[in-house]
């Protein structure tokens, strides 16, 4: 439990919170391992699991008819995956593979939420950090829209 | 500085002594130019006999033999250029503006962030920096493109991540299920590499806008704007400061840049229109 309360501690996204709040998040996390070519997440599935990575690399990929999978984008160390199982109606929108052997803090989606409920301060704390990756990652989608390199 | 020819007008014939394909509209010349010195972010006038002269950055390692230039196919010029072979005969002025500070980059970390055909320019910074690795502490290169395919200097970046593990970390923007590297933007990958801000020298060649988003992911990090230097792209066409063709605003780009310090265009580099 004490491992467990340190990797939260250590890990960037959970950077600031106080150690009680941390340690309330240990009943809810476990530290799992990924092989290359596994997945985190399926489109269509229940999302019941939110993931902050360690170590390695996954692809987020969306299938298209007749093109198969197309990555959208790769996420490594510190990013988060697994925002759906934060957000109703709780299904994953796209796969997400390991491209690198992945070691991830995967937290229960369920626990989490009911974590985040019962504490309003560490409920907003972990909604302002969920809110600061999405929009990091909306910037790197309006940039990846602009096609910069067409007429480079 | 050695100019080819002592008139800055007249260009000289130099032979094409190699063609690479880097990628379905990318090439890269070697050319016959003996003595030709130049420093790493200059550039040379190319001249299509009856076709036209486009501003083209020197991308070969400034201590061999020959010239180097990496071209896109996109123009009427440098299309009609894609079609000569070896043997082949061009005209070359130049070299041409300012360089990078490499040395200003000595005993410090350095961070190179390319976009596109940006990878080019900074090729020659590459090559210097692994003649002397010595002099620099750690050395990163950002490396993004639009798909693997639009990867220039595959095999070049292979050898350099085998001499230097992390040295180069490519990502595109979008790719298949095949593809095993990074997908996404380039200035994401700032966030990526471990370098000490206060002593980082970051130097970038791309598209405006990708280097509009890579800046602010390094002021963000710290890196104080006198340590950013950019390589501006505009259109040149006497390349010594005379026609105004790629004036911007109090400089113009062929003499006081094509690289130029941050915080001497921060001013001007979210205007529109100029």
Request: net charge positive; proline share 6%.
């Amino acid at each position: 439990m004490e491992d467990l309360h340190r990797l939260l501690e250590d890990h960037d996204f959970l950077k600031g919170l106080s150690a009680e709040q941390t340690r309330v998040l240990v009943a809810c996390v476990e530290n799992r391992r990924y092989r290359r070519g596994e997945f985190l997440l399926r489109e269509g599935q229940a999302a019941d699991v939110f993931y902050l990575l360690r170590v390695g690399r996954v692809a987020l990929e969306i299938d298209v008819p007749g093109r198969g999978p197309v990555q959208m984008e790769s996420l490594g160390p510190n990013d988060a995956v697994g925002i759906s199982s934060l957000v109703p109606p709780h299904r994953e929108h796209l796969d997400a593979r390991v491209v690198e052997p992945v070691v991830a803090l995967a937290f229960d989606g369920a626990c989490l939420r009911g974590k985040m409920q019962a504490d309003p301060a560490l409920g907003y704390a972990l909604t302002a950090r969920m809110l600061a990756e999405a929009y990091k990652r909306l910037e790197r989608v309006r940039l990846q829209r602009l096609d910069v390199y067409a007429g480079a | 500085m050695a100019m080819l020819g002592v008139d800055p007008w007249r260009p000289r014939p130099v032979r094409i002594a190699r063609v690479r394909r880097e990628t379905q509209d990318v090439f890269t010349w070697e050319l016959d130019a003996p003595r030709f010195t130049y420093e790493p972010g200059q550039f040379n006038m190319l001249y299509l006999f009856g076709v036209g002269e486009v501003a083209i950055s020197i991308s070969g390692d400034p201590e061999r033999e020959r010239l180097e230039h990496t071209i896109r196919a996109v123009g009427s010029v440098t299309r009609a250029m894609a079609s000569l072979a070896r043997g082949d005969t061009v005209g070359v002025r130049g070299p041409y503006g300012s360089a990078w500070p490499v040395h200003e980059a000595e005993g410090g970390d350095l961070l190179l962030v390319a976009g596109g055909v940006g990878l080019p320019p900074l090729r020659p910074v590459v090559h210097q920096v692994l003649r002397h690795r010595e002099r620099f502490g750690r050395v990163f290169l950002l490396y993004g493109a639009r798909s693997p395919g639009d990867l220039v200097y595959r095999r070049e970046l292979e050898q350099w991540q085998k001499r230097e593990p992390g040295l180069p970390r490519c990502t595109v923007d979008h790719a298949g299920a095949g593809w095993r590297g990074r997908v996404g933007v380039v200035p994401a990958l700032v966030d990526e590499v471990s370098f000490d801000p206060a002593r980082t020298v970051a130097m970038i060649c791309g598209p405006e806008v990708m280097m509009r988003f890579t800046v602010r992911a390094l002021l963000a990090r710290g890196v104080a704007s006198e340590r950013i230097h950019l390589s501006m792209e505009r259109n040149m066409k006497c390349a010594i400061g005379l026609c105004g063709h790629c004036q911007y605003v109090p400089y113009f780009v062929c003499r006081d840049g094509p690289v130029l310090r941050f915080d001497r265009v921060a001013g001007l580099f979210d205007r529109r229109e100029i």
